[in-house]
């Protein structure tokens, strides 16, 4: 394959959310192909990023050491994540910390919020709480003149409210965690189902409602991660026809069995259905009278 030919494919399918299995190898090809031809860090990161949304967390590693090796910040980043959540075996908070500073000294905002992190859990570290929170509202202050880098929101918004929470400002809580989902929902799921912004969904739904009371009337296909534990079917509407969710509570899992496919928990629900060969999520802000039955 020739490297014009490597590029316009990439072009072709880079910012599709849903790709069949042979738009998928053509793609990956591709990918490879410009990563022997250009050695381009950027895109040995970006490999890799594919493959840890798969959670083929071995792969994903090598490409961003390939990456790291050229002095990458978002590679020291993503080394990072794979060393703070054990990714390929134990969590190793000493490596964790070093790419993330690594990244953090080259003004990455999110290995900044991460090693926020590790002040605030004591991982490695000696535990402080004070510098957890004066490192977030130093990036939250960011966020509210422009300046904060728009990869980092989530993360910021999400630590910032748990913080508001946490002092028992809730109004104010709310409206952050409200600004982190409206972020997610309308411009990163749409390109991309990534397990981890549908986990934080599931804990900012979580939040939201141990601070307020749920709304019968008024919920979203995000909102059903408050309900799945109690309910066992939720309807929605998708160009005027009914679809069902149904929830099966087997022990502390909930299987779920919608559009003739089952999952075995809400979160693989979100992460792989589709609609109209698009994933569901992408599709979040057009469906709309949900309800429920007990």
Known sequence: MKIEEAFEIYNKYQDKSYLSKSEEDEFL???????????????????????????????????????????YPPA????????????????????AFKYYKLASDCEMDEATYK????????????????KFVEIIESLYDKYNHFKLDPASRVGVLTRM??????????EEAIKIFLYAK???????????PFFGDISVLK??????????????????????????????????????KQIEIQIEHDGEMNKIKCLGREYPSYEDFLSKATLDNEALVAKARVLKNFKFID
Do not use: H, W
């Open 29 to 71: 090809n591709a990918l490879l192909q410009i990563i022997e031809t250009t050695k381009d860090p950027y895109f040995m990161t970006y490999y890799g990023g594919y493959f840890y949304e798969q959670k083929d967390f071995e792969t994903a590693k090598k490409y961003y050491e390939m990456a790291a090796d050229k002095k």
């Open 76 to 95: 020291y980043m993503c080394l990072g994540y794979i060393y703070y959540y054990g990714r390929v075996g134990e969590p190793d908070y000493k490596k």
């Open 115 to 130: 090693l926020a992190d590790i002040y605030k859990n004591g991982f490695g570290v000696e535990q402080n709480y004070d």
């Open 161 to 170: 409210a748990r913080i508001r929470k946490e002092e028992g400002n809730f």
């Open 182 to 192: 409206d972020i997610i929902v309308n411009e990163r799921l749409p390109r991309c």
């Open 203 to 240: 804990f900012i739904t979580q939040d939201i409602y141990a601070m307020k009371e749920f709304d019968n009337n008024n919920f979203d296909l995000f909102d059903v991660f408050y309900l799945v534990d109690k309910v066992s079917t939720v309807s929605f509407e998708y160009k005027e």
